[in-house]
């Protein structure tokens, strides 16, 4: 029972490395276990409008910053004639446009694709805050605001719902003048968030502005939506100000953090900015896969992803072969049918794929038949072994001819796809069943046959599932697993469903007989 | 429905092809000791040498261009077997059972010519029959005389006993019987009558044709109840030690009685089938935990014969209820 101990640790250890690997692959870089997995890209435009004066122009434009949840997969900096560059400082992303001489009216693009990961939990952003600094303001306001901050944090406990109240008291239905005052429903979404900013500045409580992007699909003529976001001594948090609502909005894109300006031009006029939004509908699986070979994570980097196309085709093939050699296994061990040759069912089942089923078993119920007849003229001949085979793969190869020919003829191109089953197999499951017809009679070559196709046609479903499809070639590591199960299968001692028919008088008999 | 028969035959004993494969022959049968039985030239060696009877080898052909001696080896006997050396489950094997120089017979009464006769020994000689493909060798034999205990439960060929072994002690036996389904030939799934010997006396106890009972032989309808098989003691023996010379635990013996030399051994097969259980109506189960709980293997083959008669008799009451119907 050692043997067994230890073909139980290595089945484990397989099934373990095998489906930790789907596991790390699903979880964390992101690959869907279902083909039809989708995920929406989002295509942002940002158009920079201004006038130049024929002046050098640099154009300054705040980008977003790169975020854990979120994959970027093009950024695109359309100018003509402008020089680009990316600089990055203290944690802010921005491009730059520059130009010697420019004169008119002037259009910057900036494009961004991008896609958000659904399962990976959004970190706030870690940096510390900068201490406020007190605002300089007017005494009017000053004391309108100091009432409000009274007032205000009389209903809250900490500086979290300091701001939400604070939010909620400025955004009223009912104002009372001193909040119309400070709220000036006149002025733009800025001043309320300065607003804010100050009141916050003067309870002493660390904030920002946050400027972002609602994502909603084919908008055009958008603009950046203001929020504000604290530090409460531990996090940030992020609130919506024109509702105190806390946390991001779903779908909703940080382009800025902090008060820096979201768009400088020097040497231009009457400059604007103005964001277009389309959303895609991608493959979850292309998408985890570009992004993942960008990254060069090793997993992906020396996979099978990191061959050209064309060898990829090849090896989704070559990941099929494992199901069909289960198939196979199943129904010998635990089902015990009868194939002519072991594995010549998958090759079948190959063919069967190119061909379609149903073509593809006239085709092979034509080709044997008629191979079985100018084989048995053959063994009339007095040839070699050897020899014989080879007439008959050439007797396969003309038959295989004429079928594309005729088919052809008549119109019926699906015959066509007859090329594809492999000769050789052929010639020898001609050869193979020939001399089981001569030794065991046509019954052995029924049941055989039979069986064979049966296996080649279940194979060939499970091979053609999309869903196994899909699973064998995105997580290779299906093999291991499928080598475990194999393993298992290796062991098993028990009966095979045709043994309980092969038995059966026996089971009868005896019951009766004890009776 | 499917449990139930699981359980059923659990119950008798009777073992699958999976726990054949895997608890008999690759527990018992080393690997490298196949050739010794798969090479029917090497077997024939080794029995002889041990003493034990083999049907005599007239002439052996290894080359193609031997096939044209053929006529010359075969000149010198009236009748004759050829086989394949490395053939299985009775593949390839052609009986004459007389010639006149011209034409050769066929058990059958067929009659064929030398160059058929040629063409079979090159099918022989590529690998036609022999496992894999491999080249292969042709083996031509004395033909057995069939003994006249037989002479009306066969059809054509020459009944063959088969014998499982385990660890030297015979633990099942069948009786082969060719039939006009089967082709003359001894093979159960082809219609050939597998009838279960009893280990004790040598006496029928059951009898199967496509797996269903038969109480006589279907072309001859003589009834097998009051069949036995003569030699009985000599025929176990002699089936014992093939394990001596062979060194395999589960062992397939194949046992023809010739009319004037007694039982000999014709082929030994390291990976028996399991029919013989449903022609003995008895699985093979208990009988191998028997042998596995045995501590030591006797060395001596009449002791182990001795051993088997004693623990693997067969009361006749309780599986031969056919006997009484019969007689009635």
Redesign the interface.
Request: charged share 30%.
């Given at each position: 029972m050692k043997t067994d101990t230890r073909l139980y640790s290595a089945v484990i250890l397989i099934l373990f490395v095998g489906i930790g690997l789907i596991l790390y692959k699903h979880l964390v870089l992101g690959f869907p276990l279902m083909p039809d997995d989708k995920k929406f890209v989002w295509t942002i435009e940002a158009k920079i409008d201004f006038q130049a004066q024929g002046d050098p122009v640099i154009v300054s434009f705040a980008l977003p910053p790169d975020e854990p949840h979120l994959t970027f997969m093009e950024e695109d900096f359309a100018s003509s004639d402008y020089g680009f560059s990316e600089l990055i400082s203290n944690n802010e992303r921005r491009g730059q446009w520059s130009k010697r001489t420019a004169q008119g009216a002037q259009t910057a693009y900036y494009r961004l694709s991008v896609y958000e990961h659904g399962n990976i939990v959004q970190i706030p952003p870690s940096d510390e805050p900068v201490p406020p600094q007190k605002p300089e303001l007017d005494e009017l306001f000053m004391t309108a605001s100091l009432t409000l901050i009274e007032k205000v944090r009389a209903k809250s406990a900490n500086s979290e719902i300091f701001t939400r109240e604070l939010i909620q008291t400025l955004n009223s239905k009912s104002p009372n003048q001193n909040q119309r005052l400070l709220r000036n429903d006149k002025a733009g979404q800025d001043h309320k968030t300065n607003l804010i900013l100050d009141i916050l500045a003067l309870e002493g409580i660390s904030a920002r502005v946050v400027r972002g992007l609602f994502l909603e699909d084919g908008r055009r003529r958008q603009s950046l939506t203001n929020y504000v976001e604290i530090h409460d001594g531990e996090r940030w948090i992020l609130f919506n100000q024109d509702t105190g609502q806390s946390g991001k909005p779903k779908n909703f894109l940080i382009w800025q953090r902090g008060g820096q300006s979201l768009l400088d031009v020097v040497g231009g006029v009457n400059s604007q900015v103005s964001f277009s939004i389309i959303k895609n509908t991608h493959s979850t699986r292309s998408l985890v896969v570009n992004s993942n070979l960008n990254e060069q994570a090793s997993i992906i980097d020396f996979s099978i992803y990191s061959l050209p196309i064309e060898q990829q085709n090849a090896f989704k093939m070559i990941l099929l072969l494992p199901i069909g050699a289960l198939v196979v296994v199943i129904m010998r061990?635990l089902i015990?049918i009868r194939t002519s040759g072991t594995f010549m069912p998958i090759l079948i089942a190959l063919a069967l794929i190119q061909t379609t089923l149903f073509t593809g078993i006239i085709i092979f119920l034509t080709v044997v038949g008629i191979g079985l007849m100018i084989r048995s003229y053959l063994s009339r001949l007095?040839l070699?072994?050897?020899a014989r085979i080879s007439a008959v793969i050439i007797v396969v190869i003309t038959i295989i001819a004429s079928i594309s020919i005729i088919s052809h003829k008549i119109g019926l191109s699906q015959a066509l796809t007859v090329t594809f089953f492999p000769m050789i197999i052929l010639a020898w499951t001609i050869e193979r069943m020939s001399?089981l017809w001569e030794?065991?009679?046509p019954r052995?070559v029924l049941i055989q046959g039979a069986g064979s196709l049966l296996t080649a046609i279940i194979a060939y479903l499970f091979m053609t599932n999309r869903t196994v499809e899909y699973l064998t070639f995105n997580f290779p590591e299906l093999m291991l697993v499928n080598l475990a199960m194999i393993l298992i299968l290796g062991?098993?001692?028990?009966?095979?469903l045709t043994?309980?028919y092969?038995?059966?008088?026996?089971?009868q008999?005896?019951?009766t007989?004890k009776h | 429905m499917l449990l139930t028969s699981i359980k059923r035959l659990k119950s008798i004993g009777i073992i699958g092809m999976n726990q054949r494969n895997f608890g008999l022959v690759s527990r018992y049968n080393p690997r490298h000791l196949y050739p010794l039985v798969d090479d029917k030239l090497k077997t024939k060696r080794l029995a002889q040498q041990a003493g034990i009877t083999v049907p005599k080898l007239l002439g052996t052909l290894h080359y193609q261009h031997d096939v044209k001696q053929l006529k010359d080896v075969l000149e010198a006997y009236k009748q004759f077997v050829i086989k394949p050396v490395k053939g299985s489950g009775g593949k390839g094997i052609l009986v004459i059972t007389e010639h006149d120089h011209q034409f050769y017979y066929k058990p059958s009464g067929d009659a064929v010519k030398l160059p058929y006769i040629e063409r079979h020994v090159s099918n022989i000689l590529s690998g036609l029959h022999s496992l894999g493909g491999k080249p292969d060798s042709v083996m031509i034999e004395s033909l057995i005389q069939i003994d006249p205990v037989f002479a009306n439960y066969s059809y054509e060929g020459i009944p063959d006993l088969r014998v499982i072994v385990m660890k030297g002690y015979p633990i099942m036996a069948m009786l082969r019987l060719a039939t006009h389904a089967s082709d003359g030939r001894a093979n159960l799934h082809q219609g050939a009558v597998g009838v279960g010997i009893d280990i004790g006396t040598g006496e029928a106890l059951h009898a199967v044709q496509y797996g269903n009972p038969v109480y006589y032989h279907p072309d001859t309808r003589k009834p097998f109840h009051d069949l036995t098989v003569p030699h009985w003691n000599k025929l176990l023996v002699l089936a014992s030690a093939c394990y001596g010379i062979t060194g395999l635990g589960y062992l397939g013996v194949d046992i023809v009685l010739d009319r004037d030399q007694g039982p000999m051994i014709i082929e030994l097969n390291a990976r028996p089938g399991l029919s013989i259980q449903v022609a003995n109506f008895a699985g093979l189960a208990p009988r191998v935990k028997v042998i596995e709980t045995l501590e030591k293997i006797d060395s001596d083959p009449q002791s182990r014969v001795e051993f088997s008669i004693n623990n693997f008799a067969t009361s006749r009451n309780s599986i031969r209820p056919h006997r009484e119907t019969n007689q009635s």
């Open positions: 061990i015990g007095n070699l072994l050897v001399v030794e065991d009679g052995e062991q098993y001692t028990g009966y095979r043994e309980l092969r038995f059966h008088s026996m089971g008999d005896n019951a007989d | -």
